[in-house]
């Protein structure tokens, strides 16, 4: 990963490690509670509502590499059952260990990172600037895993009538009687043919017959 743009010292989510120094072993815990970023889960499934509190522990290490962070967040996710479509509300605890590493600095200053011997491994390294980690990428990555991919309200949720969309946990009992179409054409048929009988017992004979019988009048 590139360096950290800036970073603002006012954001909640950064953390300043000055503290610690860089004396291998140093610790530091911190609690805070900061309001949640906008898209925090998995976004149109489950997550926390922006400006939600998000209650963070964290345990600060300082070792060779640079501090290691490690750290617990909770929070009330919100999403919607993907069964019957209800809403939902469930407590998230996501639990996260990064390594932030220390940047090397040129003759002037400027601040370098040494290439890693794999390269991948290299572009998703974690910096500190200026004695400060930004924590919001971890704690995204963090909300993700410990969210469901697909969230029910309850384990046993029956979901929806597949005909006429009824909840069916409001309803343990509904149904619908199931017709054979080939008997629906049966009865179909049943019905048109009840109908010509009904014309015959009214008087309603063919034309050709009623001219027959004034013939043979």
């Known amino acids: 990963m590139a360096l950290n743009a ?3 010292h006012r954001n909640p989510l950064v953390f300043d490690t000055h503290e610690l ?3 291998p072993g140093a610790l530091q815990r911190l609690t805070r509670t900061v309001d949640a970023p906008k898209d925090l ?16 522990a964290l345990r600060l290490e300082s070792v060779m590499e640079g501090v290691l962070v490690t750290g617990t967040a909770r929070a009330a996710a919100e ?3 993907v069964r019957c479509l209800e809403p939902l509300e469930q407590e998230l605890e996501a639990e996260f260990q990064e390594m932030f590493s220390y940047p090397d600095a040129d003759d002037r200053g400027r601040v370098i990172a040494e290439p890693g011997d794999d390269a991948e491994d290299d572009e ?3 910096f500190l600037e200026d004695g400060l980690f930004d924590l919001e ?3 995204r990555d963090a909300v993700v895993l410990a969210l469901p991919m697909q969230p029910v309200c309850r384990e046993d949720c029956p979901g929806l009538c597949a005909e006429c969309g009824a909840r069916l946990a409001d309803d343990p009992d509904h149904h619908h009687d199931a017709v054979d179409i080939r008997w629906a054409a ?5 019905g048109t043919m009840k109908d010509g009988e009904k014309d015959e017992m009214s008087g309603g004979a063919p034309q050709s017959a009623r001219a027959d019988e004034k013939q043979e009048k």
């Open 21 to 23: 120094g860089r004396r």
């Open 41 to 56: 889960g998995i976004k149109g499934v489950i997550g926390v509502p922006e400006g939600a509190p998000v209650e963070l």
């Open 186 to 190: 049966l009865q179909g048929l049943a």
């Open 6 to 8: 800036r970073l603002d």
């Open 79 to 81: 999403g919607e059952c």
């Open 137 to 139: 990428p971890v704690l």
């Open 124 to 126: 998703d390294r974690l």
